[in-house]
């Protein structure tokens, strides 16, 4: 046995250390000796480096527009980031504990975990970098996979961790290393992308550094904010499949990783506000069904960042976070010294999310002020979202898509619905985009067929090609039902020309259908630009993206049940330029080891595989 597979097996023994409940071993130790760690000569302490900032900045509390000599807020990152950036290594230890004691006290089923934390630990990275991340699955039984949520992977699809899009799934006892440049700057996350496996823990933040549009004082860094569920979430997503498939409330919602449990254990987060001083928050929806409002009682938020896009700043008294969205924001603490809650609230239709914990909240907390008094003033409830997302941020570095080019037309309208159809004699739900729900094979990724230039997708691969390059393409999503879905695409930021208007019951309505007179509402002028937003329950959505990126891209709900459900289209970008981007040796090791793994493993793939 090697020294790595020494120090690998140890971590993975000290993580479950800390644990209380009974852990089994897991069966991937049974595959520890063939562990490929093949590139081990930059190994670093895996989590939470402290950034070396790299040259003279120009990035002051008053001043942090300007980064470097060359770079500021107004330099578009899709055409240049800093050079020189240094390589920041990250090791992920992915575990399984049942009966896992979470942060609220509460015993949940089934715990999957990296590096034994929840939430999992946050990349931190400089504009330029470059990131390089092992993930080690020892899981019993599942592969795995780890998706960099909005991160552009520009020519680099292959590391985009999509099991049967991109990739294989990692098996149990094995490696993979995720190699990525931080082209772009802000606040996200990453996540499993197999099956709904990332609601039993496998998430975590991201934070690359870079300019902003506000002078602030002090960084608080990622907050994020998740829906907590005591069930595993294979236990959940079988007793979705039979009608009417429709989510569970969430158990609880976590701040920060933490909240107060319904019996009496866990704590509130408690966030350190320095009195007169401006402070940035990076704030990220990393949940799996639940959507919210978000406020601080007193105190206004002033948005900079929409996901990893610059905006200009716009001041609000509460923000609607759909899943996967990130929101930075600035706090100034011009209250008086004291706690204020920091609220989550639900739409009032519940068609976007509901927890059995009424009134979620954190506590900001001003130095000097008690750290053991709870707030008194419960505060307003905001507006109801209507479950959708604001339109009205103005991107700095502005974008704009020609409206001659567009048109509706059969071919890139994209209708969704829910069907009920037999499966192995019974029936189950599924999402269908243009009648067909997802469906892939773990071991026969997209990138695979194209490798091998077989273009010969099966329909339950849902593959829609944009052949040619830098060319705008425009995608009308039409929602033929009234619950409401927000919508993610992987390699691009897309921009969102327009949406039909937020009704408060969208399933007291018919489905509204993109018409030609639809046309004069969008924006094509430098719209909202982002990775993820929420099409309307029985409305539309017009979303538009340049084919600058070669690729097999995914197009999905962010609701880790849809997905599971089918609910994903892959756009197959420029499919000619992708093999020089991806040859068969970047895909075809893993895929060999998986192959023998899944053919002799109990387990089956009971889903579309995917799950974001
Ligand atoms: C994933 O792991 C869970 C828990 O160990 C197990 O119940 C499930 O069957 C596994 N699924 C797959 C597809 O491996
Ligand atoms: C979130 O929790 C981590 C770990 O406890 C802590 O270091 C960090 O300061 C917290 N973040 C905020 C915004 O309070
Ligand atoms: C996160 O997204 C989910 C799903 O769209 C939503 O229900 C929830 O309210 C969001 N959370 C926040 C804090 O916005
Ligand atoms: C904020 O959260 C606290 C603690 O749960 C609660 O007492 C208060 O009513 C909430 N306020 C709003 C506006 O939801
Ligand atoms: C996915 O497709 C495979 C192959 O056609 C099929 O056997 C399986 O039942 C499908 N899965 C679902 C959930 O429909
Ligand atoms: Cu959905």
């Known amino acids: 046995m090697k020294l790595t597979d020494l120090v690998v097996r140890g971590l993975g023994l000290l993580f479950l250390a800390g644990q209380s409940a009974a852990v089994p071993p897991p069966l991937g130790n049974l595959f520890s000796k063939h562990l490929d760690l093949s590139p081990r000569s930059d190994e670093a302490p895996s989590t939470d480096l402290e950034l070396t900032k790299r040259g003279p900045t120009c990035n002051t509390p008053t001043n942090r527009a300007c980064y470097r000599t060359g770079f500021s807020i107004n330099t578009d990152y899709e055409a240049s980031f ?5 390589t920041r290594n990250y090791n992920f230890v992915i575990t399984e504990i049942d009966n896992w004691v979470g942060p609220d006290g509460v015993v949940k089923k089934k715990a999957m975990l990296i590096n034994g934390k929840f939430p999992g630990p946050t990349i931190k990275a400089d504009w330029g970098d470059t990131v390089k991340v092992t993930v080690i699955n020892n899981l019993r039984i599942n592969g795995t996979s780890i998706h960099w949520h909005g991160v552009r992977m520009l020519n680099n699809n292959v590391n985009d961790g999509v099991p049967g899009i991109t990739e294989c799934p990692i098996p149990p006892g094995q490696s993979k290393v995720y190699t990525f440049k ?5 606040s996200s996350w990453y996540h499993s992308h197999f099956s709904s496996q990332y609601a039993n823990g496998i998430v975590g933040q991201m934070q690359f550094e870079g300019p902003a549009s506000l002078p602030y004082d002090v960084d608080l860094g990622v907050f994020p904010i998740t ?4 069930g595993s979430a294979d236990q959940i997503q079988h007793s979705l499949i039979p009608p009417p498939g429709a989510a569970p409330p969430s158990d609880n919602v976590l701040f920060n990783g933490s909240h107060v449990g319904p019996t009496g254990g866990g704590k509130y987060a408690r966030v350190k506000l320095k009195a007169g001083k401006r402070h940035r928050l990076r704030i990220i929806n990393t949940s799996v069904d639940n959507t919210f409002t978000v406020s601080l009682v007193n105190h206004q938020f002033t948005v900079i960042q929409t996901d990893f896009v610059p905006v200009n700043a716009f001041t609000t008294s509460s923000i609607f976070l759909a899943v996967g969205q990130r929101y930075d924001v600035t706090i100034d603490a011009s209250q008086a010294v004291g706690n204020y809650w920091f609220n989550v609230t639900f739409a009032a239709s519940g068609l976007c999310g509901v927890s059995r914990m009424p009134f979620p909240a954190a506590i900001f907390q001003y130095e ?3 750290s053991t008094a709870l707030p008194t003033n419960k505060g307003i409830a905001p507006p109801d979202s209507l479950c959708q997302d604001s339109t009205s941020f103005v991107p700095i570095v502005t974008r704009s898509a020609p409206a001659s080019s567009f048109s509706a037309t059969p ?6 619905n829910l069907v009920t159809q037999t499966w192995q004699g019974q029936q189950r739900v599924y999402w269908k985009i243009k009648g067909q729900d997802m469906n892939i094979t773990w071991d026969e990724p997209t990138l695979e067929y194209v490798a091998k230039g077989n273009l010969n997708f099966p329909n339950r691969y849902n593959v829609f090609q944009v052949p040619s390059a830098n060319t705008w393409s425009f995608w009308i999503v039409e929602n033929l039902l009234g619950v409401p879905h927000p919508m993610h695409l992987h390699g691009h930021d897309f921009l969102v020309l327009g949406r039909s208007p937020a009704v408060a019951n969208p399933f007291g309505i018919s489905p509204r259908r993109f018409s030609s007179a639809d046309t004069a509402s969008l924006k094509f002028t430098n719209p909202v630009r982002r990775d993820t937003t929420m099409l309307p329950g029985n409305g539309w959505l017009v979303l538009a993206f340049r084919s600058d990126n070669p690729g097999a891209w995914l ?11 089918g609910l994903s289209i892959q756009f197959l970008e420029r499919v000619s330029s992708i093999p020089a981007t991806v040859p068969l040796s970047a895909i075809e090791p893993n895929c060999q080891k998986w192959t023998t793994f899944y053919n002799n493993s109990p387990a089956k793939q009971f889903d579309s595989g995917l799950r974001i």
């Open 368 to 370: 000097g002020a008690s």
């Open 411 to 416: 071919s890139n309208s994209l209708d969704l």
């Open 227 to 230: 829906d907590w569920y005591y």
């Open 555 to 565: 197009l999905h709900c962010h609701i880790a049940w849809h997905v599971s459900q």
């Open 82 to 86: 800093p050079p020189g950036g240094v």
């Open 182 to 186: 931080i082209e772009q700057y802000g």
